[in-house]
């Protein structure tokens, strides 16, 4: 069955059943002169012409186009739509999303290298360390050059993905660019800082949840999952950005949990298919996970 949208004050609602739009229009929720779409219709037009009941004027409403997303008005979150409209995104704007994508995991590896190299030098079973071809120093070089390098790798990732973000979110307002992928490092105060501590704290809540047998880290994991994309949307400090997540989260956590389910499952298919899949897995996972923070945002009335 198809789906039906409204617009009002320059907002999009929905989806909705026919039968839930004519009920709204009728409490008075939908003016007359608000504008209605079904899927498939070559235009919106007013809500007076599409459900054929008399009402008194109202002025019409500015209605934005069907590409520009939807609002998740029952304020809950749509895992499959997410995925959809993300791949939707991914391939109105490939050079960007998908090359954006590419360039950072290239980064990203490459930061990774004094860190893989410092557990190279580390023994790896008593054998190892008893044996007389390591010297004695190699270990401790490997451990302080295995630190050094995560945290190269953290403040490199960090930054990085959040000029994804920001490239993403300037995606679904029609305006991507891949300069966006320094913004991070560009507003370094900001921007960058947090998204460093906010990566940190998720490292924490990795141990966290190893230490309380998984389960209370999986939770806050979930909770947290908008940390980094309010840094990088609206700059504020780290603390203001665990509370927005937080608030954002609630009343949706398992419908999160299960799009983060998806995701995972959306990039093993992309390993699996000899790792080349993951190119597109990938950029598509991220960019549901951006597109379900602006649904749940704009539900809440802050966008």
Known sequence: ?????????????????????????????????????????PAWVPAREALGQPAAPSAPATAPTPAAGVTVSDGKLHPFSCIERAWDLVWKYPAEIIGGCVLVGGIKIFASIPMMVGSLMLPHSPADNASPRILPELPVAGGILYCAGLVFSVIVGALMMGGVYRLLLNATRGQPRLTDLLYGCKNFGAVGLPLILASLLAILFIIFGYVCLILPGIWLGVCFSFVKLTVVDRNPGIIDALKRSLQLVTGNWWRL?????????????????????????????????V?????????????
């Open 1 to 41: 069955m198809k789906q039906w949208y409204y617009a009002k004050a320059g907002r999009q609602f929905g989806p909705f059943q026919k039968s839930r739009i004519a009920e709204l229009y009728q409490q008075g929720e939908i003016a007359a002169g608000d504008l209605v779409w079904e899927e498939g219709a």
């Open 257 to 289: 949990f299960g799009l983060l389910i998806l995701m995972g499952l959306i990039c093993l298919v992309g390993y699996l298919a000899c790792c080349v899949g993951i190119i597109i897995a990938a950029p598509l996972a991220v960019t549901a996970l």
């Open 291 to 303: 597109i379900a923070y602006t649904d749940l945002a704009k539900s809440k009335g802050e966008q």
